[in-house]
Structures are given as C-alpha cells and as structure tokens.
C-alpha cells in the first residue's frame, strides 16, 4: 500500500489535472494561505519539501501563470509566492477530483471501523515519527 497508493493518486491526479502530487499540494497551501501568499520557508515546511526542490517547482508553475514569486516587501531577503487566479482555478478544479479519487481507493473499500482503527494506527506512526524527530 505504501508504494502503490501514492503511484496510483499520482497517475490519476497528473492524467486528470496535469498537476504531479507535488505541484498540487503546493497550489493547494497557496489557497489556504491568508491572501493566497506564503513565504518559500513556509511553503517549503507546509508541503515537506527542502527550498531547492520547492524552487524548481515554484519555476515550473510561474512558468505556467499559475503563481508568482517576488522579494517579500517587508524583507528583502525572503522570497514570498502568491497564487494567481489561473492557479486558483487551476487548484480549485483538480481539488474534486482528486478527492472522488482519494474517496474510491481509500474510504470506500473500508467500513466504519476500519476507517476508525486506520486513523488510530496513522496517529500512532505520526506520533512515533515525532517522537523520533
């Protein structure tokens, strides 16, 4: 399941949309953020990236008028990116079908209690995740 659910919600969110997984969590922060802006450290944290990675990303959807990066006004040395409207409407028409797809693989074929003891056993590896820093 590890290896397989991620490559499947992969394959249908990139078929879908023509966003990878990576992109679209970075869109989706953006439009979660207070005036869809965040800080690259902060976008970096949010979607557990390293500054390099999320870089080469931020490139690619500026390139794609899907966001914007600048020098952030109240700091010249930290760089902030906005969501553009074409992201918004990007992330806003990939986010339903991603989660139909998240629905079909994961909460569907489970019931109630099962639902229930996945999230006890996905807290507790969280926790030990933590734990262990």
């Given amino acids: 399941m590890i290896m397989e ?6 394959s249908d969110l ?10 679209y969590l970075v869109l989706a922060n953006l439009s979660e953020a207070d005036e869809r802006t965040l800080r690259m450290s902060e976008l970096a944290a949010s979607a557990n ?14 390139g794609n008028g899907l966001v914007v990066k600048r020098v952030c006004a109240d700091d010249g040395r930290v760089s902030v990116v906005e969501l553009t409207k074409a992201g918004l409407r990007r992330v ?4 339903p079908l991603h989660v139909a797809k998240v629905r079909e ?15 006890r056993a996905a807290q507790a590896i969280t926790d030990r995740i933590a734990e262990s820093g």
Avoid at 14 to 23: V, Y
Avoid at 92 to 95: I, L, N
Avoid at 105 to 119: H, N, Q
């Fill in 14 to 23: 990139q078929r879908t949309t023509g966003l990878t997984t990576f992109e």
């Fill in 105 to 119: 693989l994961v909460v569907e074929p489970l019931t109630k209690a099962d639902l229930i003891s996945l999230g």
């Fill in 49 to 62: 990236s390293s500054l390099s990675r999320l870089s080469h990303v931020v490139r690619r959807l500026a």
């Fill in 5 to 10: 659910l991620p490559a499947a919600l992969e």
């Fill in 92 to 95: 806003s028409a990939a986010a």
